[in-house]
């Protein structure tokens, strides 16, 4: 079942206690690994956010800077697909529970 916005959650174990969020949306990225590509940029969307949603053609992949670096740290940071989250109102900063 897809993810829905405003109904389902994500509980996220994260190293900033304030932590932001940021949402793009590109046609262009049908990977995980091509949502990664996109932001760490340039620019490094990871500089100012936690967070970053990327809504690409088909899924929409949520990328957690969840050791705070302000950059992709491969192997710690991780991503969670959402499916069928190919737009920015699929997902949300709402939809994410910090702890
Ligand atoms: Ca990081
Ligand atoms: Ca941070
Ligand atoms: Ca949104």
Request: glycine content about 10%.
């Amino acid at each position: 079942m897809d993810f829905q916005t405003g109904v389902d959650k994500v509980q996220i174990d994260i190293q900033d206690a304030n932590p932001t969020y940021l949402e793009r949306e590109t046609a262009a990225v049908n990977t995980v690994e091509q949502a990664i590509t996109f932001a760490i940029g340039p620019p490094n969307l990871f500089v100012n956010s936690d967070y970053v949603f990327v809504a690409g053609a088909a899924n929409g992949y949520l990328l957690v800077d969840v050791n705070n670096t302000g950059t992709w740290n491969a192997g710690t940071d991780f991503a969670i697909t959402i499916q069928g989250g190919n737009n920015l109102a699929t997902f949300g900063f709402d939809d994410i529970i910090s702890v």
